[in-house]
């Protein structure tokens, strides 16, 4: 090769500018992958997060629709008390009078359900137990009175709410065992 870069009979080779220019485009190549592979994880972890959300609301929706939400279903009307740290519900199901309290705790929510009477159909009867419910820290209650969450006209009914403000998320239940407040 010659001091110029011009190439003599006999040799073969890239020149010091084939071989920048080579390293150059394989850099804007590399770069780019880099970008869509990063934008590609992005997405993926903003979908599972959204996934777990949704999960999140759904178990938390079901189990508040079956535990206070229907206590003394049927029955005479339970009363239910609400602080932002836990709901108490008292009814009466089969002429035994049962308790239930979903408590906000480390790391999710735990209901316990109890009877008064501590005979094996009394606390049947009661749904007695108790479940933890791994739904994460944040949780706190409110109670908005006199909702349409039936969506029946002219009556209404209150609802229970389960917010989470970290975790954007918000979760009712209609207590419709309890009409007209």
């Not at 339970?78 to 932002?84: F, G, K, N, R």
């Not at 035994?96 to 159909?121: L, N």
């Not at 109670?143 to 009556?155: H, K, L, S, W």
Request: some cysteine; aromatic content about 6%.
């Amino acid at each position: 090769m010659s001091v110029r870069g011009e190439r003599l009979s006999g040799e073969s080779g890239l020149t010091m500018v084939e071989l920048l220019v080579s390293m150059v485009i394989v850099a804007i190549v590399g770069l780019a992958a880099t970008e869509v592979l990063i934008t590609f994880y992005q997405g993926k972890q903003q979908a599972m997060v959204l996934s777990n959300r949704v999960a999140t609301a759904a178990m938390l929706d079901d189990v508040m629709d079956h535990t206070v939400a229907q206590s003394g279903y049927g029955e005479a009307a339970p009363s239910i008390s609400v602080t932002a740290s836990s709901v108490a519900a008292a009814w009466s199901s089969a002429g035994h009078g049962c308790t239930g309290v979903m408590k906000v705790t480390q790391g999710g929510m735990a209901w316990t359900a109890s009877s008064a009477a501590a005979t094996s159909t009394a606390n049947a009867s009661c749904g007695a137990g108790s479940a933890f419910l791994p739904v994460g820290d944040g949780w706190a209650f409110s109670m908005q009175p006199g909702t349409n969450c039936n969506y029946n006209a002219g009556t209404t009914f209150p609802e229970l709410v389960a917010t989470n403000q970290s975790a954007k998320l918000e979760v009712p239940a209609c207590l419709q065992n309890l009409p007209g407040q």
